[in-house]
């Protein structure tokens, strides 16, 4: 298993374009994650979802947008860069919220906007 | 404010002895809570978890204490190894009306481990 695969891991935006972070999952979970990490932060919740079609905002979804048409695909989209978006990404993914069960993390993508 | 936070942001400990992290939380309503390590560029690692109806859990090296009178967390690693060096994140989960929440995190510990 590849576990979850988020590209790309790195780029660099100019201020009002728009891109689109992929993450993937082969573990057949449920529940998927798109959290930032600011330098020297915890991690924030940007958007959730809870199985295909679903999707839910976390803490800080404005200027995101999500979608989920199947099980394995969550890609998180930027329409209109901002230099607050700067950031580390990490796509997440578990079989459950909790419980036992833990949640596996992408590699991270690191976004800068300029 | 944040639910989760915690009461050291760096840690540095003499390779061999034993590492304490601690981490504080305010919602009586967590039910479940995970210590992550995150090397530099790196995702979170999952360590261990604990449930609400225990009060300690062991793994290799590391154990994790409950203590919900005081809503206090804390992570223990033995013989602490440069290998350990990494940023720690504590995180909850929320049990709501209409079931759990998503994890919350802490802003994390920096172990440095010292040769």
């Known amino acids: 298993n590849a576990g979850v695969t988020q590209t790309p891991k790195f780029r660099i935006l100019k201020i009002g374009q728009s891109m689109t972070l992929q993450c993937t999952q082969d573990?057949?979970?449920?529940?998927m994650y798109w959290y930032r990490q600011d330098p020297g932060m915890g991690l924030k919740l940007i958007y959730y979802?809870?199985?295909?079609?679903?999707?839910d905002k976390g803490e800080v979804p404005n200027g995101y947008n999500v979608s989920r048409s199947t099980t394995e695909d969550f890609p998180l989209r930027l329409e209109l860069a901002a230099p607050s978006q700067t950031s580390v990404y990490f796509c997440?993914?578990?079989?459950?919220?909790?419980?036992?069960?833990?949640?596996?993390f992408g590699e991270g993508s690191w976004l800068t906007v300029v | 404010g944040e639910s989760v936070g915690l009461h050291l942001p760096t840690l540095s400990v003499q390779e061999g002895d034993n590492s304490i992290i601690n981490c504080a939380y305010s919602?009586?309503?967590?039910?479940?809570f995970i210590w992550y390590k995150q090397e530099s560029g790196k995702g979170p690692q999952f360590i261990i978890d604990?449930?609400?109806?225990?009060d300690k859990r062991q793994g290799q090296r590391v154990t994790v204490l409950l203590n919900k009178t005081v809503k206090h967390l804390s992570l223990q690693i033995a013989a602490t190894q440069p290998g350990d060096s990494a940023v720690y994140f504590c995180?909850?989960?929320?049990?709501?009306?209409?079931?759990?929440?998503?994890?919350?995190f802490g802003k994390g510990t920096r172990l440095s481990v010292i040769a």
């Open positions: 997440a993914s578990s079989y459950s919220w909790a419980s036992g069960n833990t949640i596996y």
């Open positions: 573990m057949n979970h449920n529940y």
């Open positions: 919602n009586s309503a967590s039910d479940y």
């Open positions: 979802s809870v199985g295909a079609g679903i999707t």
């Open positions: 995180a909850e989960n929320i049990r709501g009306n209409s079931g759990n929440t998503p994890l919350v």
């Open positions: 604990i449930r609400s109806n225990m």
